[in-house]
Antibody, heavy 124, light 110 residues
């Protein structure tokens, strides 16, 4: 059974940093691209970032480009999101999601498994 | 404002059918496939329809998807109370070089 478990969320002040983790099990983690998707309070799902199976290629939404960095450690079956210069509008629940493709840029792909999310609150 | 446009709400009574639309453009729906996700707040989103009209294993055939040019639709027949959830369409956007989602449609089973 595929399992994705996010951690690392919490309350953080504006301008500070936070690192989210997603631990995967139940599949060959190093075969698939992975993504972060967030849901701000009262809003819909928003794709944040994606990474290819081998760390070779990454992609970011304009709203986080230059502030967030996605990475992965295949030896640890783990996905990360380093969030710097956090803003109030980054307050959201962050989900990790598994792609059916191996590359982050896969127009005909889709997210076949998701975690339950970890909440991030950016407030002073 | 989401790149893909969905109605914010939809409703139906048990046993009825309902359809949820998703409107995009040539850079997203018009050039690739559409996926649909079901999300109950507080839980993990679930893949409902992929590649326009394909159902993952375990998704009832009451759920179906279609696509025409730059729009897509999710149809649910024989509504059940457990279908109450938020529904999102999604597609890759070639101009933005990333995934885009609709704003979500909250389905209420009356």
């Amino acid at each position: 059974e595929v399992q994705l478990v996010e951690s690392g969320g919490g309350l953080v002040q504006p301008g500070r940093s936070l690192r989210l983790s997603c631990t995967a099990s139940g599949f060959s983690f190093d075969d698939y691209a992975m993504h972060w998707v967030r849901q701000r309070p009262g809003r819909g799902l928003e794709w944040v970032s994606g990474i290819s199976w081998n760390n070779d290629s990454t992609a970011y939404a304009d709203s986080v480009k230059g502030r967030f960095t996605i990475s992965r450690d295949n030896a640890k079956n783990s996905l990360y999101l380093q969030m710097n210069s956090l803003r109030a509008e980054d307050t959201a629940t962050y989900f990790c999601a598994k792609d059916i493709c191996s590359t982050s840029r896969c127009p005909r792909g889709y997210f076949d498994n998701w975690g339950q999310g970890t909440p991030v609150t950016v407030s002073s | 404002q989401s790149v893909l446009t969905q109605p914010p709400s939809a409703s139906g009574t048990p046993g009825q059918g309902v359809s949820i639309s998703c409107s995009g453009s040539s850079s997203n729906i018009g050039s690739t496939t559409v996926n649909w996700y079901q999300h109950l707040p507080g839980t993990a989103p679930k893949l409902l329809i992929y590649s326009n009209n394909q159902r993952p294993s375990g998704v009832p055939d009451r759920f179906s998807g279609s696509k025409s040019v730059t729009s897509a639709s999710l149809a649910i027949s024989g509504l059940q109370s457990e279908d109450e959830a938020d529904y999102y369409c999604a597609a890759w956007d070639d101009s933005l070089n990333g995934w885009v989602f609709g704003g979500g449609t909250k389905l209420t089973v009356l």
